[in-house]
């Protein structure tokens, strides 16, 4: 049954709103770094002049904490409206991945799950495609990460180094790192609690924020109720630098018909 003439999809009109604000990305990027920018340069100008007139013009004193003061709480703010911003602009990315990616996912050529897994990440993202393109050896298979005095496994670990800046700063590339484990046919939620905690015991030790956490079945089939749910309505929040990282615990199973299953879905992803 159509809809009547002239009147337009409404889920397509959502999507041209959405695409319209994503088309404003590298817009409000650049009106961030220029406000950032001033904002700093206020904060060091009142904090220079609080301390030169300190004791000798106890006014103008007062005056300029109070400026160092507001500048650095409009400081904060924008960094918080730039994270907003920059989490609606990879999600309505993923989102729009999502709706034009083929429903049917391949498993490429392989010797184990876990390097066939590790061909699928490089062939579905051009970013882990060049990484281990130019440097193979950021893949790690069976690799023991430390954390807090003991180490944690992993079946594979992809890095992408971040810059300094990033990680005690917050500016800059943050790089990425994806993080896989090898599960049973039948996980619990402990194995996903187990998955979580040792993310975020490790991750200050990785070279890069953490990006993906991914628990990889080697068989199909569905999940426990209450497995499936806590994949899919459980974020993940990982501390890195200077960095709190939210991510998504995912389950991908390997089916027996040569396909993914993906528990969520997530594309877009580092």
């Known amino acids: 049954m159509s809809g009547p003439p002239g009147m337009e999809d409404p889920i397509s009109a959502i999507f041209d709103l959405s695409d319209r604000v994503a088309d404003m990305v590298p ?3 650049r009106m961030y770094r220029y406000t950032a920018t001033i904002l700093v340069i206020w904060v060091v ?12 013009n106890p006014y103008v004193s007062v005056l300029a904490a109070l400026g160092l003061v507001a500048g650095a709480i409009g400081l904060s703010l924008l960094r918080r409206t730039d994270r907003f911003f920059r989490t609606f602009a990879q999600r309505h990315r993923s989102i729009r991945l999502l709706r034009d990616a083929d429903p049917v996912v391949r498993i490429p050529e392989g010797r184990t799950p876990v390097e066939r897994f590790a ?7 051009p970013r882990v495609e060049s990484l281990l393109s130019d ?14 005095g003991r180490t944690v496994p992993f079946d594979l670990v992809i890095e992408q180094r971040s810059s ?12 990425f790192a994806i993080l896989a484990r090898l599960g049973s046919a039948t996980p ?8 979580e905690s040792d993310t975020q015991a490790a991750a200050l030790g990785l070279a890069a924020a953490p990006a993906r956490i991914i628990l990889l079945r080697t068989t199909g089939g569905p999940l426990a109720e209450e497995v499936y749910d806590y994949a899919v309505g459980h974020p993940v929040f990982v501390r890195w630098g200077t960095r709190r990282v939210r991510l998504n615990l995912e389950i991908i199973s390997e089916n027996a018909d040569g396909t993914y299953d993906f528990v969520p879905h997530v594309l877009g992803m580092p």
């Not at 440097?135 to 807090?148: T, V």
């Not at 005690?168 to 790089?175: E, S, T």
């Open 164 to 175: 300094g800046s990033a990680r005690w700063f917050g500016v800059g590339d943050p790089g």
């Open 45 to 56: 100008l009142m904090a220079f002049v609080a301390l030169l007139t300190f004791g000798a």
């Open 27 to 29: 817009v409000v990027r």
């Open 188 to 195: 619990t939620v402990g194995d996903l609690m187990q998955l």
């Open 135 to 148: 440097a193979p050896s950021s893949a790690r298979y069976r690799a023991s990460l430390g954390a807090h």
């Open 119 to 125: 061909r699928y990440l490089a062939l579905s993202n």
